[in-house]
């Protein structure tokens, strides 16, 4: 039996195999389970006790649209006052804002307005009325390659390109009769990873709350990801944050309706409102901000605050 | 293993003490050391399955609650909508997932296997001893290039390239990560299929061009069925780390969820998933089971594959 050694390394690199992929697993589920655990650390010991010694904590809870951000200015603000620290936590501008109902939350951000209803059960609660502060915008660019002779489309047209259930899959339904460079007629759709806040974004105000995206997109990992794609796909459509644009790609003009002029989205029409796929961002406090919190939303509001705003891909406030 | 068992000390019967039948006696503290050092040896091997148990039972313990509790299993192996974020209708089918992980594998083993077992023989029967060093080292060179890059290679050079060469609409399809995971496990398929020829004894080598056959008749004759066991490690191995890789994959496939019509379309596969979406999964809601699950799947299909590999070779080594 010759053979028979080498059935024996056989064995052994199958188990090195099994142990190379089980430990990738591994490492895979640590590094998120340690990442979340210090995302939802605050929600346990808020604002009694175990912060460690004399350093004074803000507890920042809510949108989840905007938990990257908040975490950005988390961990640049940990420069800048290294006295105060800031616990961010996700789960929703609901959650958030019922946080800041029940008095366990020193900041809640919201991608929303509170609605009249909350204020009253945070002035009920906390006998103060909550201060709203705007920290910046999120806008989504709408963007085709570069060869696409299309320049403007309606929200009802990207519904019914992204929507599970919508009928636009060819560019010839858009009136779109060549693209140079396209081997197909097929609308190709780019989208996000499901748990992105611009998927989220776009669903709530293109495709609906209540509806779900198409099967089927190329979903990319990230905002610039999409755009890169996009430049290199003649067919292909796509959504990202407005200051990804390249020389490859072309950023569409979209109206409310179909017929309506399109608007072209940059951050004047974001700050007036009138570019349809964007909302401003928000922070409310419980009452007036105490001197901490103050300080805190006065450094996001300054230029060092408003850079990681852009750097994050969101809108920064109007100069 | 055949020592005698170190006496205990105080019970020692007084003919052993003076019964020493040859050579000097050893010392106490070298009989501890080596029966220490072979316990150490014997932990490390041992390690191993505890490692890849306590990795399942981990991955296990993370999904089981939703596996047993919730997760419609028809529904996650038969069905192709992934809707785990939807907020009105949430749905877990993986089918899509898994034809998107086996078709990627499978072309990739149609292109691998012919040059990795080409480029076997080649090296270890037809090659130049100074043409041969000069061979090895580039390809453990290919095996040391990081998957990330290959995915990026993926993006950039092999997605406008696919788009040019077949007149196809996206360039970043099942095709596109058959490449990449063929040009990664070519390198595993090489060093291992070598080795396994080298391990045929030349007593074969010299009888059979003794009788007259030519180089490629003793290939094909004598050194292919008698190296068949190790060959087929080679090719399992390549499977192996097909089935697992995830970064590449997640790049170059076009992570799309899509039941592939051809080679030229978008899909996604069971480990980009998981690498995707778990980072943002809040810990313990039914997606980030789910997701765990997915873990548990890609863990059977290893086994599963690794098991029919052993039965095979067993088999095949009584013949």
Redesign the interface.
Known sequence: ???????F???Q???R??????????A??L???C???TE?SPEGGSANGSAPARKQSIQNIGSDTMVNLAQAWAEEYANVDPAISIEVS??GSGVGIAALINKTADIANASRKLEPEEEQKAKASTGQTPSEFVVGFDGLAVYVNKSNPLDSISLEELSDIYREDGKLTKWSDLGVKAIPG???D?I?RVSR????GS??YF?ETVVG????FK???????GSKDVV??VG?????IGYSGLGYATPDVKILKVSKTKGQPGVVPSIATVHDKSYPISRPLFMYTPGAPTAAVKKYLDWIMSDAGQKIVEKTGYVPLPK | MNLPPAPVAGTRPLSVSTGSPRGPRRSRAAVLGESVLEWVIRLCGIS?IL??FG??F??LR?GVGFLFGGLKLGEFFFS??????????VRYGVL?LIVGTFSVTGLAMLIAVPFGLGAAIFVSEFCSDRWREGLKILIELLAAIPSVVWGFIG?SVM??LI?EVF??????NVLNGALLLALMSVPIMVS?GE??LK???DSFREASLAMGATRWQTVRRVLLP??K??LL?AI??GV??AV?E?MAV??AT?????IPKSPFD?V?TLTAT??????????GSP?YQVL?II?IL??TI??AV?LV??LV??GT?KG
């Open positions: 039996m010759q053979i028979s050694p080498f059935t390394s056989f064995g690199g199958l188990a195999l099994g142990a190379f992929l089980s430990l990738t697993l591994l895979l589920a590094g998120a389970g990442k979340k655990k939802q996700g789960g396209a081997r197909s097929d190709i990873q499901n748990n992105s998927y989220q669903r709350k209540k509806n779900d099967s089927g997109s190329l979903d990319m990992n890169e794609q290199k796909t003649p067919g292909a | 191993a490692f890849v990795i399942f981990f991955v993370e192709t909508e992934w809707y785990p974020t939807s907020l009105s209708n899509a993006i997605n406008p788009q007149h196809v609409p996206v360039g970043l291992i080795d396994a391990a045929v004894p008698a190296a066991n190790g490690a399992l191995l192996g780390r697992g995830t997640l790049m076009g992570h799309a969820v899509n978008p996604r998981i690498a995707a979406e778990l980072g943002e999964a809040s810990v997606h765990f873990g890609l863990f290893t086994f690794n590999a052993d070779v067993k080594a």
